[in-house]
Structure formats: C-alpha cells, structure tokens
C-alpha cells in the first residue's frame, strides 16, 4: 500500500497524496544554451516527461531559467550546488522548484533566504542528498544520509517552511533502498526516488528496476528518475516501464 505523504504542488502538477507517481528526467545539455535545452525537454515532454531538472552551475544559467520556461510546458527544477546565489537567482527567473544539496549548499543563513523567498513565491524545495557529494565516506553511510537532509529539513522548519520534497541517493541499490525506507518513516514530506550514476542502459535498467521496484512496491516514492548515461529520453521510457510493470500508472507509452 502506497504510503501518502503531504500533498506539494510543482508547477501544475500536485504530487504526494495520492496523485500519480510523477515521471521526471534531466537534461544532458548545456542550461545557458537555451535553444538546446528548450529543444531536449519538448523531445522528452513528446515521450511523456512530467517534471524536467535542469543544472544551474552558475548564475548565467540561473538567469536563462526564464527564457527555457517561455517554450516548454512542464516544471522546471533548479539543480543547484555549492553557490546559494545561484539558488536566489534561479527562483527570481521562474523556477518551479529548488533542489538543493545538503553536503553543499548547508550555511543557514543563506538557506533562511532561500526557503523565504520560496515561501513568497509558492515554490517547493528538495532537500537531495547525495552520497557522492560527501568530502569524506562517513562511518555509517545511512545514518550520515539520513542526518543530512534532517538537519536541512530543520533549517527550513525553522523559518515556518513545509513547501518540502525529499531525497537520498546513492549508486549502492541495497543501501538507497535502506535510506528511503528510514526516510519515508520519519518524513511526513513526499520523497524523489532514483539510484545515482547508475551508469549506461543495461546497467541502470538493472539497477533501477531493482531499486525503484521495490521501493515503488512497499509504497515509498512520489516522483521518480531513472538515471542513464546518455538519451534522457531513455530515463522517461524506464520510468514508464517500471511503474506500469508494478500496476502503478495506467498510462504513458506502450514500448
């Protein structure tokens, strides 16, 4: 049985509750390319991608958010590391919503700021933490997972923030299925499930049917990534693939 979490609105879809679990890929092109960028995500928007990420390295590509929104027809996602700046920017150019990683985005301050003007605009945040990103492998990968984005959920509760979706990804299936599980029985918030640098297809398709199966099938996961080196527009079809193996959408494309 699905396990129903809070119900957050990302653009014109409302995920969490029991709204249907949501399809979202992630760009392989450069964001300050605007023409190429529009171009990719109306290809995966054609094989039925729901929600687009886009990596915003710096604050000209947090400034051509606005223009990427102007031709597409889909939430946008903010990818953003290391620079809170760019994070203020990406929101003031119409992004849908923020992810932000917790290794390195954690200065509490900045992050006050950013939940606030989220809070202004309506946009919802990602606390995604990534096992990749840590500067030293911690003792206990789990817990230090787990810790991560709790102590980021705290800063942005602290300033009355809830506009929440939650993550922990990692390229070990067992340990990404252990994390979400502790996750989705601490967090009311819906959780984005996907196994990071899961490498080329059949590697990906092999690691992820397993991983987002199972955790599909004990009901945890309110929006999902299949994570391919290559055509994104293979990550939508995965996507697609799995759920509707487990009975969990009735539409999307007969492969």
């Not at 396990?3 to 092109?29: A, H, L, W, Y």
């Not at 959920?153 to 502790?182: H, P, R, W, Y």
């Not at 599909?216 to 994570?227: A, W």
Request: proline content about 4%.
């Amino acid at each position: 049985m699905r396990k129903i979490k809070k119900e957050i609105r990302i653009g014109d879809f409302v995920i969490g509750g029991n709204n249907p679990i949501r399809v979202q890929s992630m760009t392989k092109t450069d964001t300050r390319d605007v023409e190429s960028t529009v171009n990719q995500i109306l290809m995966l928007e054609d094989y039925g991608c729901e929600i687009i990420r886009v990596a915003v390295r710096d604050l000209e590509a947090a400034s051509k958010i606005k223009d990427i929104k102007k031709s597409i027809h889909i939430p946008l996602v903010a990818d953003v590391h290391f620079d809170p700046r760019i994070a203020i920017e990406a929101i003031l150019n119409g992004a849908d919503k923020i992810r932000l990683n917790p290794s390195n985005i954690n200065d509490k301050e900045w992050i006050k700021k950013i939940a606030l003007l989220c809070k202004e605009r309506g946009i919802p945040i990602r606390v995604g933490a990534n096992l990749g990103s840590f500067k030293e492998k911690p003792k206990n990968l789990e817990e230090a997972l787990v810790e991560s984005v709790k102590k980021e959920v705290q800063i942005l509760n602290s300033v009355g923030f809830e506009n929440i979706v939650i993550s922990a990804k990692t390229s070990d299936v067992l340990l990404t299925i252990k994390v979400n599980k502790m996750l989705s029985e601490i967090f009311e918030y819906p959780i984005h499930i996907g196994i990071t640098e899961a490498g080329p297809l059949r590697d990906s398709l092999i690691k992820s049917g397993i991983g987002l199966g199972i955790l599909l099938n004990e009901g945890i996961g309110d929006t999902l990534r299949v994570s391919i080196t290559g055509d994104p527009v293979e990550e939508v079809i995965a996507g697609y693939n799995i759920l509707k193996a487990l009975g969990l959408r009735k539409h999307g494309l007969e492969i």
